[in-house]
């Protein structure tokens, strides 16, 4: 696994808890920001990193009201 697999990861766990504490589902979530609960579901399994958009990642920094910069502060 190379760093950029890492930090699709945490990119992923991250959105999960935002989604999780606004008490949505995937495909919820998936339906207000326009993608697929499939590709939601990729996003956030850990163990098939999986890249996204920046179009997607603004789309859920908005939903969620935190700048973008929050999915990207990765722990190295």
Not at 11 to 16: E, N, Q, T, V, W
Not at 24 to 37: H, M
Not at 46 to 70: C, E, G, I, M, R
Request: a negative charge.
């Amino acid at each position: 696994m190379d760093i950029n697999d890492r930090r699709y990861i945490q990119i992923g766990l991250k959105i999960a808890y935002y989604r999780k504490l606004q008490n949505l589902t995937q495909e919820q979530l998936a339906d207000i920001i326009g993608i697929s609960p499939g590709y939601l579901s990729q996003i956030e399994t850990p163990s098939h990193p999986q890249p996204l958009s920046l179009k997607t990642l603004f789309a859920l920094a908005d939903y969620f009201n935190v700048p973008p910069k929050v999915f990207l502060d990765f722990n190295e």
